[in-house]
């Protein structure tokens, strides 16, 4: 009963806060490192915010293994997106080969759930499927880096707001 009085307060949000949230957590640069501070400085509880960019964010590696065993073969007969697809590949195989080679699928875990630029679901699946993890290890994988990944991203910006009034004391 809690539930679902939460989940329909959640949905009557502005709409517009939860598409830009959403597009936000599942693009390729910002994914949650984006979509979960703006939806707290929009005024969405980080307790709405986490989870509903976390999962969007965890779609982004069934999605991803999608194109690639699908469109991604057309694509490959345009020269331009073989050659970005080529530069693109051999970055995340480098960044993600010594924590796989190590860790396994775990490594690919501990490469998403590192919130920095270039470190996200999207290299991580990339990764994953280049160096051959199965679907199945990557999908687990890229949702416990996620997963990782929100509970950060969520604390560092909560935690800096809470800094931020400290120094900053409105009436």
């Not at 502005?14 to 005024?43: D, K, M």
């Not at 991203?153 to 009034?165: M, N, Y």
């Amino acid at each position: 009963m809690a539930f679902s009085r939460h989940f329909c307060y959640f949905i009557s949000m502005n709409v517009s806060l939860l598409l830009w949230t959403a597009l936000l957590s599942f693009l390729p640069i910002s994914e949650l490192r984006g979509g979960i501070p703006f939806a707290i400085a929009q005024g969405i509880s980080w307790y709405y915010a986490y989870p509903f960019a976390a999962a969007l964010n965890a779609l982004v590696a069934p999605a991803c293994w999608l194109f690639l065993s699908t469109l991604h073969k057309l694509f490959l007969k345009l020269g331009w997106y073989r050659d970005f697809f080529d530069r693109f590949v051999e970055r995340a195989r480098v960044k993600l080969r010594g924590g796989v080679e190590k860790w396994g699928w775990l490594g690919v875990a501990a490469f998403v759930a590192i919130p920095l630029p270039v470190t996200g679901a999207w290299t991580g699946t990339l990764g994953a499927w280049v160096l051959g993890i199965s679907k199945r290890r990557t999908m687990v994988a890229v949702i416990l880096g996620v997963v990782t990944a929100g509970a950060i991203v969520t604390t560092v910006t909560v935690l800096g707001i809470k800094a931020l009034g400290f120094f900053i004391k409105t009436r």
